[in-house]
């Protein structure tokens, strides 16, 4: 990612998340991680917290990175009250123009960042990495969005995350970022069997990670509950 730029000795030692996260080389002479006085900011996915994230965060601390790992209450908002949320939280930490903003995302927070972007377009925005983002929405959303279970959890989530064209994930369009999607596609959860068509990793098909306008799109042998840890992924 980034027109004539070489991917970094730390980046070609990497995963596959860390490729497409560094866009260009250290400057001749630099000390190692010198040149990495950018913030990643990591979200994670519906029905998780920030301890999902946790692996990730410290390895791109060790890379070099100033990471926030941000948890929020993902099953008792909506997702525009969850991007307010945001904002306050970056506004204390990550906005400053002189520090490249990046984000690495789990499914939900990959959605998150794409509202967000729309809201509140960062001046400092670098690039973003998304891990089984619903970007054209979720079939098990469709299934279960009227069903005892939406009601028994009362997520109000499930109700924007659908597959449907006036859902939250189909109204944001194309990436205006640059961006990177990893999805899976083995799927060890028994509902995504029965209701995804295609490959899927359980909860995401592939074709709904897809979005219009990234720069990279990978798929890897892994399932949606732990991509994050997945070793071809980071490590």
């Known amino acids: 990612m980034g027109a004539g730029c070489r991917a970094s000795r730390a980046a070609a030692k990497g995963g596959v998340l860390l490729r497409l996260l560094v866009a260009c080389a250290s400057p001749a002479g630099a000390p190692e991680h010198a040149w990495l006085d950018e913030r990643v900011v990591l979200l994670h996915g519906l029905g998780r917290s920030?301890?999902?994230?946790?692996?990730?965060?410290?390895?791109?601390?060790?890379?070099?990175?100033?990471?926030?790992?941000?948890?929020?209450?993902?099953?008792?908002?909506?997702?525009?009250e969850l991007v307010e949320r945001l904002h306050e939280d970056l506004r204390g930490c990550c906005l400053d123009r002189d520090r490249e903003l990046h984000f690495v995302t789990h499914s939900l927070g990959g959605i998150l960042v794409r509202a967000y972007v729309a809201r509140h377009p960062?001046?400092?925005?670098g690039r973003v990495v998304m891990l089984s983002p619903p970007n054209k929405g979720s079939e098990l959303a469709d299934a279960v969005r009227d069903s005892w279970l939406a009601e028994l959890h009362a997520?109000?989530?499930?109700?924007?995350?659908?597959?449907?064209?006036?859902?939250?994930?189909?109204?944001?369009?194309?990436a205006s970022f640059e961006l990177g999607i990893i999805t899976g596609e083995r799927s060890w959860h028994p509902l995504g069997a029965l209701l995804i068509e295609g490959r899927n990793d359980g909860v995401v098909s592939v074709e709904s990670?897809?979005?219009?306008?990234?720069r990279a799109f990978l798929v890897v042998p892994s399932d949606h509950t732990h991509i994050m840890r997945d070793p071809q992924v980071a490590v």
């Open 50 to 80: 920030e301890h999902s994230m946790t692996p990730l965060a410290e390895y791109l601390a060790e890379q070099g990175y100033r990471v926030t790992n941000v948890g929020y209450a993902s099953t008792r908002h909506s997702i525009r």
């Open 122 to 125: 960062p001046q400092n925005l």
């Open 209 to 214: 990670a897809r979005l219009e306008g990234a």
């Open 155 to 174: 997520v109000p989530v499930v109700e924007e995350l659908g597959t449907d064209p006036s859902s939250v994930p189909n109204r944001l369009g194309p």
